[in-house]
């Protein structure tokens, strides 16, 4: 049987995918496929995010796909559950002079944030009584939070009736490019029912199951979409494209606090990284945890989390909150890059194959903007309403000449290609450190060789006497270290804990004893022993010694 062809076949029936559909199939009459293994999409990234829509960002580019997003969702607001209250961002000392950097970017781009003190801040939201830690805040009144299922069903349903075919239950097993375009062979776990088994779906996309015992079918395509979301990178390896994207779980709660109100407010950020809002009559929060590891993890830890990660921030800026009542939560998927900034563009010209992912989170907020902005490459050849050029992602760099140490940036983008330099590690042994520098002895020759600091930068501070570590050696010169991914250093210095904290109602100072500076929980005290991740410079455990 030949197999059936389509104009353009986009695989991830997601946020993404399903707005890249309506866009072709508004703007042009093509044969379009849309695939999913699971269109319900129980565990997608669409189904398992927090809702919040915002154009606060870093970079330009995000920018607009956010704003473009967001005056669609303003447009029809009731049909996409926007509430536009805004954004409220809280910000520490160092986060606000990031924000007062980019303050000229959001001017010239006309997002008419408003900066807030911290007195200004306690008026606005009476509820938040402790704001000795704000420097500054920032609301954003154009910014708010939606219901992603709703709009996500906009983009089917208008893309149906443009005769888009949806395949269900498709689990993409191979691509071979073609001089007329590419071969897509699927498994079809459809093929006994309507819709896919959902133990099946849910051992393929934790990575358990290799679909054995289903049938397997075979589609054309003149151009092919890679839209698989958290699993972008199992797809792209099917063409021979190698992604720097990683799934990563997020969890977000659910829970009730009777004396706290955020029903009149939008989405809050506090200035420890946790976000929370008013969702129907309980409050929503989730919280990006900085040691988490890649993986497919859909587990959802409840009360574990809740009571690590999310009641001692919020009970330390509301003094309310500190009777919070967990109810539920869930765990869901970032696709994350390198930059948190998403991948969009054409990676293989000849094959025609595109890619729209590594949204790290920011997927429901710029999908409209993503899919306009993609179906205007496809069909036009490049994008051309506010994003800018062909909107490929790319990496901002912070580089050093080796030879000179001079540093600098440089911007990267995806199709860029470097040559890899040869590196050598050699385990060595931290012994001691004089004024700037650091000496080690090789593991294994028992050699001695001294490292400068401004090699080593500020991963002195998690080097203490015997440390074992990786140094990496270019032309027989130490060019860098790689402490190992935690270390456990002693406690210097914190303060006592206070007398009306339990273990889990907040945090403090503790100065460790290489002069690295954590926040810690209470029950944390001089002299203790503690584990630290290396990455983020933030507390993991008690250990004891």
């Known amino acids: 049987m030949i197999p059936q062809k389509f104009d353009i076949v986009i695989i991830g029936a997601g946020l993404i995918g399903s707005s890249l559909a309506y866009h072709l199939t508004q703007r042009k009459s093509l044969s379009v496929a849309l695939l999913d293994i699971d269109f319900d999409g129980k565990y997608s990234s669409s189904e398992r995010n927090s809702g919040g829509a915002r154009a606060e960002w870093f970079h330009r580019v995000n920018i607009e796909l956010s704003m473009l997003t967001l005056d669609f969702l303003a447009s029809q607001s009731d049909q996409f559950g926007f509430r536009q209250k805004g954004y409220l961002w809280l910000y520490d000392k160092n986060k606000w002079k990031t924000y007062q950097r980019l303050a000229p970017l959001f001017k010239s781009l006309e997002l008419n944030i408003e900066e807030l003190s911290p007195e200004e801040v306690q008026k606005r939201v009476p509820c938040i009584d402790v704001i000795s830690d704000i420097a500054g805040a920032s609301f954003a009144p154009r910014d708010g939070i939606f219901n992603p299922n709703l709009l996500k069903q906009f983009f089917r349903a208008q893309a149906k009736q443009k005769d888009c075919a949806f395949i269900n239950g498709a689990y993409v097993k191979a691509i071979e490019k073609g001089k007329e375009g590419s071969e897509i062979t699927y498994v079809d776990l459809c093929a006994a029912s ?28 003149s151009r092919v979409v890679n839209a698989a979301g958290a699993w972008a990178s199992k797809i792209a390896k099917l063409y021979g494209h190698v992604l720097d994207c990683k799934a990563v779980r997020r969890q977000v709660s659910i829970f ?16 420890s990284g946790v976000y929370f809002h008013a969702e129907a009559e309980h409050i929503l929060a989730g919280f990006a945890a900085p040691h988490e590891p890649s993986g497919y993890n859909f587990i959802y830890e409840g009360d574990r989390f809740f009571e690590q990660n999310i009641w001692p921030p919020l009970s330390h800026r509301m003094s309310k909150a500190q009777a919070l009542k967990h109810i539920t939560g869930w765990a869901g998927l970032y696709e994350m890059s390198p930059d948190h900034s998403a991948v969009v563009g054409c990676v293989d010209s000849r094959a025609r194959i595109y890619e729209a992912h590594s949204f790290s989170g920011h997927g429901a907020m710029q999908s409209y903007g993503a899919g306009l902005a993609l179906a205007e490459l496809i069909l036009d050849g490049n994008a051309h309403h506010k994003t800018p050029g062909n909107l490929r992602g790319f990496v901002q760099a912070k580089l050093r000449n080796i030879a000179t140490g001079v540093q600098y940036e440089k911007r990267y ?44 930068g500020d991963l002195y501070l ?22 190992p991914s935690s270390v456990v250093l002693k406690v210097e210095s914190t303060v006592p804990a206070l007398k009306t904290a339990t273990v889990t109602s907040s945090t403090k100072p503790a100065t460790l004893e290489t002069g690295l500076v954590v926040q810690v929980p209470q029950f944390v005290n001089q002299g203790d022993w503690v584990r630290v991740d290396t990455t983020e410079k933030a507390y993991i455990e008690r250990i004891k010694k």
């Open 194 to 221: 309507k819709r896919p088994d959902d133990k099946d779906v849910f051992e393929i996309l934790s990575q358990k199951n290799s679909s054995e015992g289903h049938p397997q079918k075979k589609i054309m395509a």
């Open 256 to 271: 009730d606090c009777k004396d706290v109100d955020l029903s009149p407010y939008g989405m809050i950020v506090d200035t």
């Open 413 to 456: 983008s995806s199709e860029d290609r470097l040559e890899k330099a040869t590196l050598d590690y050699r385990e060595m042994e931290y012994l001691y450190d004089h004024q700037d520098e650091f000496f080690f002895m090789d593991s294994q020759t028992h050699e001695q060789l001294s490292v400068m600091k401004d090699v080593i």
């Open 462 to 483: 998690f080097l203490t006497p015997n440390q074992k570590v990786q140094v990496a050696f270019y032309e027989e010169k130490p060019i860098s270290i790689e402490p």
